[in-house]
C-alpha cells in the first residue's frame, strides 16, 4: 500500500525491482511516455511474449479474489418492475418485501422536496442540520451521530474500519442478511452462532465463541427482522462485557416499547447503535440512516466515509420528517395497537396503496412487529 512517487527516479527503480516481469515493463512505458511524450521500450522481452502475456489477462483477473466468489445479494423488485410483470399499476401493489413502510413520509417531507432550493450544490459533508436535529429528537449531541446512506451504508463502513480481510465476526441467524453480505464484500469471516427456537440470543454460545474464536465484532438486531424479538438490557449487558464491538442495529426501534440504547454509546467504548429514517419515516428510497457512535470509534468513520455520502434531498427529507413529531409517534402507537384509525397524521394526502394497506392491516401494522417481517 501507500503511494509512490513517480518523479523519483530512485522510488521507482525500488518499485520495479519489486515488480513482476509485463509489470515492470508496463511501467517502464508509461514512464517512458511521461518523460519524452513517446513510446519506447526499454524492456528486453521478446514482443511476441509480452502479447502472450497480455492475452491471458481477463477482466475477473483484476478483481480480488474473495469477490470472484461472492454470491450476488438478492435485491428488491422496484415498483416499475412489478407493476409489468403483475399488470397492475404501482399504487395497486401492497409491497411487503422489504420492510418499507408502506404509510410513507409525513407530508412535510413532499413539502420540503418540492421546494428544494440548491440542488446543484454538493450536500454538506457532515451532515450538521440533520445531526442537530437527530440530538434534539435522540437527547445525544450530535458530536456522536454520523448519517449515512441507508443505515446500509453505516454497516459497511463500520466493517471497513474494523476489519481487516480474515477477521470474523458473529453473525445470529435469522436475522438481516445485510450484515453477511457485507462480511463477505469485505473478505471478512462470518462466525453463526443462530438463535434459540423463541428467537433469543443464545449468550453462552456467543460468549464460547468470542473465547474461541476471538472475532471483531458481533451484530445484533433489536427488534430482529424476520421476527421482532427485542434484546433484553441484562442480554445487551452480559454481550458488552466481551472484548467484542457490538453493532446494535434498531431499525425497528420505533415499533416497540424499548428504549434506543444511542445514550450507552457514551458509557460503553464498544458499542454502536444503528438507526434509520426508511421504516421510522417511510424514506426508504431516499435513504437516510444514521449511528450513534462512541468518540473514539466516530473519529475514523468520519475519515473514511464518502465525503457527499448523504444527498440534499435526503437531508432535507429527514429533517422534515423529524418536524412532524407526531406523525413519528404515530407510527410508533401504531404498533401498539394505540392510535385510532382517524388519526390526522396517517389521513394525510395517501395513495389508494396507503388506503389498501390501512384496509388490509388496520393501524397496527402488524406485519412490522410481529412475526411475519418479511423480506431483506
Ligand atoms: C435490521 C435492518 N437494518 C437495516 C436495514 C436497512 O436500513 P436502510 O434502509 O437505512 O439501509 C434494514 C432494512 O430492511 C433492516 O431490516
Not at 446500509?152 to 453477511?180: A, H
Not at 454509546?265 to 435513504?287: E, H, M, P, Q, W
Amino acid at each position: 500500500m501507500g503511494v509512490i512517487d513517480i518523479s523519483n527516479p530512485y522510488c521507482l527503480t525500488k518499485v520495479k525491482a519489486s515488480l513482476p516481469g509485463p509489470e515492470a515493463l508496463r511501467l517502464n512505458c508509461s514512464v517512458a511516455r511521461r518523460r519524452k511524450g513517446a513510446v519506447s521500450m526499454t524492456s528486453q522481452i521478446p514482443v511476441e511474449q509480452v502479447h502472450k502475456s497480455q492475452q491471458r489477462l481477463t477482466g475477473d483477473s483484476f478483481i480480488r479474489p474473495h469477490l470472484r466468489k461472492l454470491s450476488p445479494y438478492q435485491p428488491i423488485l422496484p415498483f416499475e418492475v412489478l407493476s409489468t410483470r403483475l399488470g397492475r399499476k404501482p399504487e395497486d401493489i401492497i409491497k411487503l418485501d422489504a420492510n418499507e413502510n408502506p404509510y410513507g413520509p409525513p407530508p412535510e417531507v413532499l413539502e420540503a422536496l418540492g421546494t428544494l432550493k440548491f440542488p446543484y450544490v454538493y450536500p454538506d459533508p457532515e451532515s450538521r442540520q440533520l445531526r442537530a436535529a437527530l440530538a434534539i429528537d435522540s437527547g445525544l449531541e450530535s458530536d456522536y451521530i454520523l448519517v449515512g446512506c441507508g443505515a446500509d451504508e453505516l454497516i459497511d463502513l463500520i466493517m471497513r474500519c474494523v476489519l481487516d480481510p480474515g477477521n470474523k465476526i458473529v453473525d445470529c441467524p435469522p436475522t438481516f442478511t445485510m450484515y453477511e453480505f457485507d462480511a463477505a464484500v469485505n473478505g471478512a469471516l462470518v462466525l453463526k452462532v443462530p438463535r434459540n427456537p423463541d428467537f433469543s440470543l443464545n449468550v453462552d454460545l456467543i460468549k464460547d465463541t468470542v473465547d474461541k474464536e476471538k472475532p471483531k465484532c458481533i451484530f445484533l438486531t433489536s427488534p430482529n427482522n424476520p421476527d421482532g424479538s427485542v434484546i433484553s438490557d441484562e442480554v445487551l449487558l452480559k454481550i458488552l462485557e466481551l472484548p467484542i464491538l457490538v453493532v446494535l442495529d434498531e431499525a425497528y426501534i420505533e415499533f416497540s416499547s424499548i428504549e434506543s440504547k444511542m445514550q450507552w454509546v457514551k458509557k460503553y467504548d464498544n458499542l454502536i447503535v444503528l438507526r434509520t429514517f426508511s421504516k421510522r419515516a417511510g424514506l426508504a428510497g431516499l435513504r437516510v440512516g444514521y449511528g450513534a457512535f462512541p468518540l473514539s470509534i466516530i473519529e475514523y468513520l468520519w475519515r473514511a466515509k464518502q465525503p457527499y455520502n448523504v444527498s440534499v434531498a435526503a437531508e432535507i427529507a429527514a429533517c422534515a420528517a423529524l418536524l412532524n413529531p407526531s406523525y413519528l409517534e404515530v407510527m410508533s402507537s401504531l404498533a401498539h395497537g394505540k392510535a385510532s384509525s382517524t388519526s390526522s397524521a396517517l389521513n394525510a394526502p395517501q395513495s389508494k396503496s396507503k388506503r389498501m394497506v390501512k384496509e388490509k392491516f388496520g393501524t397496527k401494522p402488524e406485519w412490522m412487529t410481529k412475526r411475519c417481517l418479511w423480506g431483506r
